[in-house]
């Protein structure tokens, strides 16, 4: 059984950088694929980031392309998404999703709010 926890939400002005944790328990993402997803009031769940457990190869959304990294630490167990150049457009609740075929298990979410 999987267990996602996220981390590293908060409040940041237009511009700033900050960076997300999603802390896996339960097993090892080494052979999970992994991804970041948000949702913003009002709006549909979208995928911002993910990364493949076989190749280590990272997958954006157009709109955070070249502006968020993602990256993983086998050692921590733990994914990374760091988010620079922020934008209004990007608060939403952050979510880390973990799967093979398909994601099957979701943290809770953390918030990341953008003050223009």
């Known amino acids: 059984q999987v267990e996602l926890v996220e981390s590293g939400g908060g409040l940041v002005q237009a511009g700033a950088s900050l960076t997300l944790s999603c802390a896996a328990s339960?097993?090892?993402?080494?052979?999970?694929?992994m991804a970041w997803f948000r949702q913003a009031p009002g709006s549909e769940r979208e995928f911002v980031a993910g990364?493949?457990?076989?190749?280590?190869?990272?997958s954006y959304a157009d709109s955070v392309k070249g502006r968020f990294t993602i990256s993983r630490d086998i050692a921590k167990n733990t994914v990374y998404l760091r988010m620079n150049s922020l934008k209004s457009e990007d608060t939403a609740v952050y979510s880390c999703?973990?799967?093979?075929?398909?994601?099957?298990?979701w943290g809770q979410g953390t918030q990341v709010t953008v003050s223009s």
């Open positions: 999703a973990a799967g093979w075929n398909s994601y099957t298990t």
């Open positions: 339960g097993h090892t993402i080494n052979d999970l694929n």
């Open positions: 990364i493949s457990w076989s190749d280590d190869r990272p």
